[in-house]
């Protein structure tokens, strides 16, 4: 190939850019679009929720409390102190429940409302550590608030192998009335009562047998807290007993026996609770 092939096809490749480039469409001015309205986002934002309210008095003229954390449409309830000072480890062990939530709400499912009732019992829990058993048991009138409820309600019924009061009647007593009261008015998804020291969950029945979501809390909770899930109540016969109420009006109610009398056995019980609202979760 000589100097002039290599000049004429330069050349030509030369003018051949140049006609690409006269010719090459300019791209039209993009014409102006109106702006789109602006669609704003707004962010869920949480507010957390908490009530505090005086439910009751017990026969001393003490308040009952319940503390409500979230605001969803599934309640679930929690009950401490129904034996007073003699089973106290069940009202600190519900009085952490409530600060750890007054901390941090956001562990609520969002269509959960809790409700705790720490202390069911405060005139037994007012006796001092050297009263008798029997003194920080029993509420004011010397009445086991666990027997006077209406399931097999009896005047006298039993507790390891003694002979306790039940009341005058189902719900004579001021703290049973003011437990059935709210229930009524708040209509819970589940219940769960602390008392010690069984050692395990129990379920609960009033007659017509175990309502089937009793055992899911039941298994739920006794899971995730390490606790036996030991099904019905064996040991001795109980009448009057506040589960067995909800049972019979369609309430699924456990029991947690902690494990000891004077520990709040927190770790196990936070992973109960937790996972127990797990269950309201959608
Ligand atoms: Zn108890």
Redesign the pocket.
């Known amino acids: 190939m000589n100097k002039a092939t290599i000049f004429g096809a330069l050349l030509t490749l030369g003018v051949v850019l140049l006609a690409v480039w006269a010719y090459w469409p300019v791209p039209a001015a993009p014409v102006p679009q109106p702006e789109p309205a602006m669609v704003i986002e707004t962010p869920v934002v949480v507010v957390p929720t908490s009530t505090v309210s005086v439910i009751g008095k017990s026969v001393a003229g003490r308040d009952i409390t319940a503390h409500t954390f979230g605001n969803g449409e599934n309640d679930v309830l929690f009950v401490g102190g129904?034996?007073g000072g003699y089973?106290e480890n069940t009202v600190r062990l519900a009085e952490g429940v409530i600060e750890e939530f007054q901390i941090n709400q956001m562990v609520i499912p969002e269509n959960v409302t809790v409700h705790i009732i720490p202390n069911l019992n405060p005139d037994g829990y007012a006796q001092p550590a050297q009263a008798s058993k029997q003194a920080r048991r029993f509420n004011g009138n010397d009445i086991d608030l666990?027997r006077n409820f209406d399931c097999r309600w009896a005047a006298t019924s039993t507790w390891l192998g003694q002979t306790v009061s039940a009341g005058a009647s189902a719900f004579s007593e001021p703290e049973a009335a003011a437990l059935r009261d709210y229930v009524l008015a708040n209509t819970p998804e589940g219940v769960v009562f602390w008392?010690?020291k069984g050692g395990a969950v129990f379920t609960s029945e009033c007659g017509a047998g175990v309502l089937p979501g009793t055992e899911t809390i039941m298994n739920t909770y006794a899971t995730a807290a390490g606790y036996e899930a030991a099904g019905l109540w064996t040991a001795y016969p109980i009448t009057g007993d506040a589960e067995g109420w909800l049972a019979s009006i369609g309430i699924p109610a456990v029991t947690v026996e902690l494990e000891t009398r004077d520990l709040i056995e927190w770790t196990k019980n936070w992973a109960g609770v937790l996972a127990t609202l797990g269950l309201y979760a959608d």
């Open positions: 129904i034996h089973e666990n008392h010690s």
